[in-house]
């Protein structure tokens, strides 16, 4: 079963952020994570945007996205990511 990995992102230092997401992708990719989508927010159609950025990872099944969320090297980039935004970070799954 295809899993995601979503992340709403405010954004509380852009320099830290852009090093963050510079170097997240390498961490995923061994776990077969691929990013499908990083973007801005231009608006909102309904309800409230409370957010700046978006996030879309994919990953093969919940236990790759699991092994790689676990891993010493996107482990090792939490606390880059904690200082860089405040983040919503929500998995689901999609049957295949």
Known sequence: MTAFFIAQVR???PEKFQAY???VGE??????????????AEG????????????II????QESLTAWHES????A???LRQEAAEMTITRYSVPT
């Open 44 to 55: 909102v159609l309904a309800g409230e945007l409370n957010h700046d950025a978006v996030g």
């Open 11 to 13: 954004i509380k230092d």
């Open 58 to 61: 994919r990953f093969p099944s």
């Open 72 to 75: 010493d090297a996107y482990q």
């Open 21 to 23: 997401a510079g170097s």
């Open 77 to 79: 980039l939490i606390p």
């Open 27 to 40: 961490t995923f990719k061994p776990h077969g994570g691929e990013l499908l989508l990083r973007g801005k």
